[in-house]
Structures are given as structure tokens and as C-alpha cells.
């Protein structure tokens, strides 16, 4: 049961890496492939109307931490407590930029909300980024399960580390960059025109820079975390992971060379999806790793809830994924294809 | 300014009244735009459609603030109040998880379609999107509902070896006679904040002579709403929470009557100030054997005052809970008065001609927002000092690795940045309404378009 739900928790916040990942991304870069305010509508027409549908999997993820591991939950957002309003601040703001924006049809007003809307993402990608560096790093909890942590200390990941270190900066830097790659890709599948082709530039210099720094990633998680690459290897679904980084890989390369656009973001979501898969069966059991002493971790037996509070969670849980299937299914199948200006227009024609 | 539970308690309270104004006005908005887009499919009422396509961009704006706002509340759980949700995260968590599953992403889903989608998906998709949305968002309330009722009256739980709660029965966690009871008082206050805001912008077009044909209907439907619903809030739904208080929450009622001592013949307190030191009320003005009869049935029932029960269970500021229930009953009660003469004049014809009354009807928006507000405060107030009634205090719930400081200071952040979106919405809602219903089509505001006088402001 308590593997059960570290998967269902893996797969709910994956599903948020993957949807949000390319709002994310491709709000991160929109400045950059769209230069008219009309254009910059296009990007925000692409995103807009299910920003929200996505952000849901973090509440999800959120609601089904707090069922399934609360004392883990507890113990890592008090820890995190300045990191995570400072996230849940640029959430605020990223929104709002996409609502509003659109509302007043003024040059300098839309120019404001546009760029608002680029920063806040950039902050999200680093912040997401720093995040999983955090949870493959560890936190410096001590015997007593609590910990507190600084924004950043002397930069090491060992002892009483800070949130930003040599390493989770890295891997900041490594997911700012899949995912402006991730958002560049999707913005090729569904804008038309210059859009089209500044996102398709954009997304091949990215995923480039992405390869490059891929390596040192990889590195700096065998030198942190060499236990995780053991597990990886000793678990069979971690060669399902491996295999799927190494797909998504080649799907990505193939599908830009090929022009094949609905390849590569196939391939860029694969990957993702293979990149967190294989962080979780790394990682797992251990939810919280301590910097101080591996004794004073917090796995995920230890952080369940008791009782039969699971086993009655695994009853509706299945009927809500089923169902929400159906209302995406419903909602893609609507947005299909590419923008169309002149009908996604929020009621503003 | 040391006992850090104290900010907490004021950054949950802060967050969760603000993000409050918005869900109570989509929840009573949504089935508005339901009727108007059903109207629009089956019947091909362009009038309809008008409205609906109105209010659904009011609708949207509502809506993303409340998400916006929304999100903090399900992460507040685990920075702000740890303690507490390693206690009872295995029940309460159950709602929160299932408020994401079945209800957030149908509405989030769905309400990019509504805002965005007429075009795309004709007639009969719009209004099932309208329908989705209103459903989740009345679906997502029951959950939050529960949650709270949980706290209110705790039922469906057992406690692990370590001291923790587990859920034990979800069906009898589900069906808490306590959130059958709230969950029908407060969509009904919803739906009196929705009414009372279309009422309201009927009003405004009426008195400004614009928008003739949308102002009537606005009036018309919102009044009739409003009634309805304000009679529905106070009876049955709020008379039976009212009971239900009385027969779990002994301290609570008394202090929210100001009732000091036990006794038959209990009064009901019109007006008057609770004086706790003295332990009695300042200049009262009473019914007699009113609160007897509400609360048990008969006019000679036995009412505890707070002096029958242990000063620890006392909720801990008796004169806020008392204050916030008057200002919510007193409202609730002007609510029926306003609407029920609104409706007068329509049965004589002249809703659209009284300009007194349009005034009254534009200026009482708000109100249903204090009155709602005041309504969430006399419960959470009156649930004090425990966090789970009976279970578990308020003062062990705080995050303990969390300092005065650290939310003193996310607390004024909250504050500034929350002051920007209200002033935000306001104005965006503002523009909205000055451009009125129908004038979309107008002028040169095409969203999205590639014209060349566009790209020329870049």
C-alpha cells in the first residue's frame, strides 16, 4: 500500500511537470519567440485555456502528500517554509498575468502582464528545479524528524545545508532549460506563422544546451546521492525509467531532425516522465534524506498514516483519475490543432 | 507578538475570509450562467446569450482570483500548521485529494472552454461546460465543507497506535450530518451573494438608463433569486445549524448569544454588548424565550449559559463570535426585508421605475460578502479553542519549527500583494461593467488578432 501510494504521488506530480512544464517553458521563452503583441496573444491563446487544469495536479499532489505521507508533509513544508510561499507568490502572480492581460486593450498594459507573466515563470521553472535537487539532496533534519532550512549556507551538500548548493543550482539551471526546451516544442506543435518558426529554433538551441549540461547533472547526482544509482540499477522499474530517458532521448532528436513535431514533444514528455520515474525509484523509500546522518531520515513507511485511511483512499482514487480523463479527453479534443486566433479569443472579439 | 500560534491563526484567517470572496460568488454566479446558456441552446434566446456571455468573463476573472488565492490554503496545511496535519492529514487530507480530484479538475477543465470557448465548441458544449463548472465548483465546496465539518463535529475517525487519526469510515465521514447542514446553509449564501451581484448590475444599468433589455433581466431574475435564497439561508438551513450547535457546541451557543448563565426561558439578544468581565451583556434588548424555542422546540427549554461549562472549552473571544453572529443574522434578516420588496414592486410592475429602491439594490452588493464572511467567522471562532472539536486544541496545531517572525513576515507579504490583486479585480470587474453587456462587439478591442495597427504599438 505505501508503495502504492509513493507511485500515485510520483504520478500526480509528474503529470504536473509534464502539463505545467510546458506553460512553464513555453511562458519562459514567449518573449523571445513572439514579438507582436498579437503574437504574444498566439502563445498565451496556446496556453490559456487549461493553465489552471494543470496547476490542479500540484494541488493534487499536495492534497494526496497530506493523505498518504503527513508527517513527511508537514515536516518538509514547515522546513521549507519562506521557499514555499516564495513559490506559492510567483503561482499568485503567473496566473493573474494570464487572466488579465488580455482584459485591456492596451499596448503598455499587455507589455507589463507579458513580462510579469515570463518572470514568474522563469522563477517557477528555477524554483520546481531547485526543489527536486532538494529532495535528491536531502535536508539537514536531525533525531528529533525536524528540520529548518536557510536559503543558502556555504553552497556544500553535506551537514547543515541551505535550499540553493552547488548541486540544486545545477539542476535549476538543468530544468529551466528542459523545460523552456519542453514549452518551446509544444508552442511549435500549436502556433503557426513567425511563431512557429522562432519556437522550433528556440526549442533545438535549448535542447542542446539541455544535452550539454545533462552530463554534469548526472555527475553531481552520482556525487551526492551515488546510493540512488544503485537502486536504480537493482530495480526493475527503474530500468523501465532508464529506457524511457534514453527513448525520449532519441525521439526528440529524430522528431526536430524529421520535422515531426508531435515526435518530439512525445519524446520531450517521455523523457521528463523517465527523468522523474527514475528519480522516485532512486529515492525510494526514503521521502525526506537527512545530510546530517542517514539515520535520521524520514522514509515513507515511517511518514504513512496509519490504519485503514489508505485503503479506503485507493477506493475513490481510481474513479477520479477515470473521470478526469474524461473531462481532458473532452477539453484536448475541443483545443485541437493550432491556435486560432479569431476563435480562442476569451470572448474579447 | 512572542506566541507565534497567533500569526497563524491570523495568516489562515487573512487567506482563507479573502480567497473566500471570490468562490462564493462563483458558486452563486455559475447556475445563473447554466439557466442563460441552456436558455441560449434550447430555445436560441439571443438575450440569454447576451447575459451569459456578460457574466462569464466577470465569471472568469472570479474565478481566477479564487484559484490564485486558492492554491496557498492546501499548502497553509503543511508550512503553517504541521503539528496539525500530522494528527489528522490521514483524514482531512482524504477531502482535500478528493476536492483536487473531482471537483478542481473538472472546473479547471472546463472553465477555460466557457471563457474562451464559445466558438470553438457551439452551443450545446458551451452550456455543458457551463454546467461542469458550476457543478465543480458546488462539488469542491462539499469537500471543503466536510473538511471543516470534521473539525466542527468529528465523526468516521479512529486513532492509530501512535496517537494519530486514520479515517475509519469514509461513508460516515462523508454523509457528517454537520456538513449535509453547512454544505446547504452556505450554497444558499452563495447563491444570495450571486443574485445580490446581478441584481445589483441590473440596478446600476437601470439607474444609468443603459442596456434596457439586460438590466430587466438582471433585476428581475437576480431579485427573485435573491429572495429565495435569503429565506432558504435563515430557514431551514441556518435554523438547523443553529441546532446543531446547540447540541454539540454547548459553549459555542452561549457565547454566540452572549449567555452567561443557565437557565430556562432563554432570550434572544436583539442588541447589546457582551462584557466579560462583569460576565454579562450591556444594554441588551431581548425576546424572551426566543433561543429556548429555536434551539430545543419549546419556549421553557433548559439553555446552558457558558457558566455551565469549564472556562477551557470557553471559545476564546467570546465578543468577536458574538459580534460576527448578530452581524450575520442581522444582515441575513435586512437580505429578506430588501428582496422581499423588490419583489412587491414587481408584482406591481414598477421594479424598474423605483429609483429608491434601484439605489438600494445597486449599494447592497457588499453585503452578502459581510454577511458570508461574518457567517465563516462564527464558526471557526465558535469552534475555539480547539482546532478538531473535543479532540485537539488550537494551541498544539502550529508549525513548531516556524518562528513569529517567519510568518509575521509572510503574513504583511500576503497583505501587499493581496491589496494589488483586489485592486486589480476591482478595476478589471469595473471595466467590465462600464462597457456593459453586448458592446464586445464594438470598437476595435479584437484579442488575438493579427491587424497591422496592432503589431504598430509594439
Known sequence: MIELWFVILCFMLTMFAVLEGWDFGGGAVHLFVARTPAERREVIAAIGPLWSWHEVWLVGAGGTFMVAFPRAMATAFSGYYMALWLALWSFVLRGISIEVGGHLRDPLWQRFWDVVFAAANVLLAIIFGAALGNVIRGVPMDEGGRFSLALFTDFGVRGQVGILDWYTLLVALETLLILGAHGATYLTLKSSGPVHDRSRSMAGRLWLVAALVFPLVTYGTWAVRPDMFIHLLERPPGWVALAAIVAGAVAVFTGYRRRRESRTLAGSVLLIVGLLAATGVGVFPVLLHSTLSDRFSMTAGQAASGGTGLGLAIIWWPIALVLALVYFTFIAWQFRGKVRPSDDNQGYS | ?458
Open chain 2, 1 to 458: 507578538m512572542d506566541d507565534p500560534t497567533l500569526w497563524h491563526r491570523l495568516q489562515f484567517a487573512f487567506t482563507i475570509v479573502y480567497h473566500y470572496l471570490f468562490p462564493q460568488l462563483t458558486m452563486g454566479l455559475g447556475w445563473f450562467i447554466v439557466y442563460w446558456k441552456w436558455r441560449a441552446w434550447r430555445k436560441g434566446d439571443e438575450r440569454s446569450a447576451e447575459a451569459a456571455r456578460y457574466w462569464a468573463k466577470i465569471f472568469g476573472l472570479t474565478f481566477a482570483m479564487g484559484v490564485v488565492t486558492g492554491l496557498p490554503m492546501e499548502f497553509q496545511f503543511g508550512t503553517n500548521w504541521a503539528e496539525f496535519t500530522k494528527f489528522s492529514g490521514g483524514v482531512i487530507g482524504q477531502t482535500l485529494a478528493m476536492e483536487s480530484m473531482f471537483a478542481f479538475l473538472l472546473e479547471s477543465a472546463l472553465v477555460g472552454a466557457l471563457v474562451w470557448g464559445e466558438k470553438r465548441l457551439g452551443p450545446r458544449n458551451h452550456f455543458i461546460a457551463a454546467l461542469g463548472v458550476a457543478a465543480g465548483s458546488w462539488i469542491s465546496g462539499y469537500f471543503i465543507i466536510v473538511t471543516n465539518a470534521f473539525m466542527q463535529h468529528p465523526v468516521g475517525h479512529a486513532t492509530a497506535a501512535d496517537g494519530t487519526l486514520y479515517l475509519g469510515s469514509l461513508g460516515e465521514y462523508l454523509t457528517n450530518r454537520w456538513a449535509i447542514i453547512q454544505f446547504a446553509h452556505n450554497q444558499c449564501a452563495a447563491l444570495v451573494t450571486g443574485s445580490f451581484v446581478v441584481a445589483a448590475a441590473g440596478a446600476f444599468y437601470a439607474l444609468r438608463g443603459q442596456h434596457a433589455e439586460q438590466a430587466r433581466l438582471y433585476l428581475r431574475q437576480g431579485t427573485l433569486v435573491a429572495l429565495v435564497a435569503s429565506v432558504l439561508v435563515a430557514f431551514p438551513t441556518g435554523d438547523q445549524q443553529a441546532k446543531m450547535v446547540a447540541s454539540h457546541q454547548g459553549p459555542t451557543l452561549a457565547a454566540m448569544e452572549g449567555r452567561f448563565e443557565s437557565g430556562p426561558m432563554a432570550e434572544i439578544t436583539l442588541i447589546g454588548q457582551p462584557n466579560i468581565r462583569e460576565r454579562r451583556l450591556d444594554n441588551p434588548i431581548k425576546v424572551p424565550g426566543m433561543l429556548s424555542f429555536l434551539a430545543f422546540g419549546t419556549f421553557h427549554s433548559d439553555v446552558p449559559g457558558l457558566d455551565a461549562f469549564p472556562a477551557d472549552t470557553w471559545p476564546s473571544n467570546i465578543e468577536l463570535l458574538y459580534y460576527t453572529f448578530h452581524v450575520m443574522a442581522g444582515l441575513g434578516t435586512l437580505f429578506i426585508l430588501i428582496m422581499g420588496l423588490a419583489i412587491l414592486q414587481r408584482l406591481r410592475g414598477r421594479l424598474e421605475h423605483t429609483r429608491p429602491l434601484l439605489w438600494a439594490l445597486m449599494l447592497a452588493f457588499p453585503f452578502p460578502f459581510i454577511a458570508n464572511t461574518a457567517g465563516w467567522m462564527t464558526a471557526e471562532l465558535g469552534r475555539q479553542p480547539w482546532l478538531i472539536y473535543g479532540l485537539f486544541r488550537t494551541s498544539q496545531g502550529a508549525s513548531s519549527v516556524v518562528g513569529s517572525g517567519s510568518v509575521l513576515f509572510t503574513l504583511v507579504g500576503l497583505a501587499g500583494l493581496y491589496f494589488v490583486l483586489g485592486l486589480l479585480y476591482l478595476f478589471l470587474v469595473g471595466h467590465e461593467v462600464m462597457k456593459g453587456p453586448g458592446t464586445a462587439d464594438e470598437g476595435p478591442a479584437r484579442y488575438g488578432e493579427r491587424s497591422g495597427e496592432e503589431s504598430r504599438h509594439d
